[in-house]
């Protein structure tokens, strides 16, 4: 089953700008991930964020959780063509800590 | 470190017909996740081990799949017989586990892209 709904599922832009993309999900969550997939590749993990924190850096990268609207918003500031790739978070809840993933936000970089 | 590794890359066979994917996880992952990916979609668990149990396999089709990790390394998963549906990346994961690391974040392998004709 998947709770995390990415939005928008594609998304076009120029090489320098820079590309939001937000995660919306269902239940309470102990953590949010994002992680990045290049074409034909396996997914790599890129930031967590937990459920007592509302924001996280690492890099260009900036993550945004809001925990009474259930979302999260995933920031790549000054985009490369390198950046290119399928994006998709992970809910984790619940004692079991099952990651539940989104279908995917599909960015384009254009150089 | 190799990270996690799977085999074969790319695998081509007729309906009916078995298949097998071999997943070696990063050393001293307790946990390991098979998952399907079909073409612009978010992965599916199949299954996860912790070691050599099995915790997780609801979503697993145990008609006609199957897997194993012996010795709580690497694992395997089968398919047999396949179906023409069963056409998908299989990818295969592994992470410490929430209770050694506090979350569960996953490395990923590249996948085993699986055609069924």
């Known amino acids: 089953s998947q709770q995390g709904e990415e939005d928008p599922q594609a998304l076009s832009i120029q090489e320098g700008e820079n590309a939001t993309m937000n995660c919306s999900y269902k239940?309470?969550?102990?953590?949010l991930q994002w992680y990045r997939q290049n074409s034909g590749r396996g997914l790599v993990h890129l930031i967590l964020?937990?459920?007592n924190e509302r924001e996280k850096h690492s890099g260009r990268l900036r993550v945004t959780l809001d925990t009474s609207k259930k979302s999260s918003s995933l920031l790549i500031t000054a985009s490369r063509a390198a950046d290119t790739a399928s994006y998709f978070c992970?809910?984790?809840?619940?004692?079991?800590?099952?990651?539940?993933w989104g279908l995917g936000t599909s960015l384009a970089v254009n150089p | 470190e190799a990270g996690v590794v799977q085999s074969p890359r790319y695998k081509i066979i007729e309906k009916k017909q078995p298949v097998a994917f071999w997943c070696n996880p990063i050393?001293?992952?307790?946990?390991l996740y098979w998952y399907l990916q079909n073409l612009g979609q978010g992965p599916e668990l199949l299954i996860r081990?912790?070691?050599?149990?099995?915790?997780?396999d609801s979503q697993l089709p145990k008609d006609r799949f199957s897997a194993e990790r012996l010795k709580g390394v690497d694992s395997t998963l089968k398919i047999q017989p396949a179906e023409l549906g069963d056409s998908a990346v299989y990818l295969c994961?592994?992470?410490?586990?929430?209770?050694?690391?506090?979350?569960?974040?996953?490395?990923f392998g590249a996948g085993s892209r699986l055609t069924v004709l």
């Open positions: 239940t309470s969550i102990n953590n």
């Open positions: 994961a592994s992470s410490l586990g929430y209770y050694r690391s506090g979350a569960n974040v996953l490395t």
């Open positions: 050393s001293g992952h307790n946990t």
């Open positions: 964020i937990r459920s």
């Open positions: 081990y912790e070691n050599e149990e099995a915790v997780d």
């Open positions: 992970a809910t984790s809840a619940g004692n079991n800590r099952k990651l539940i």
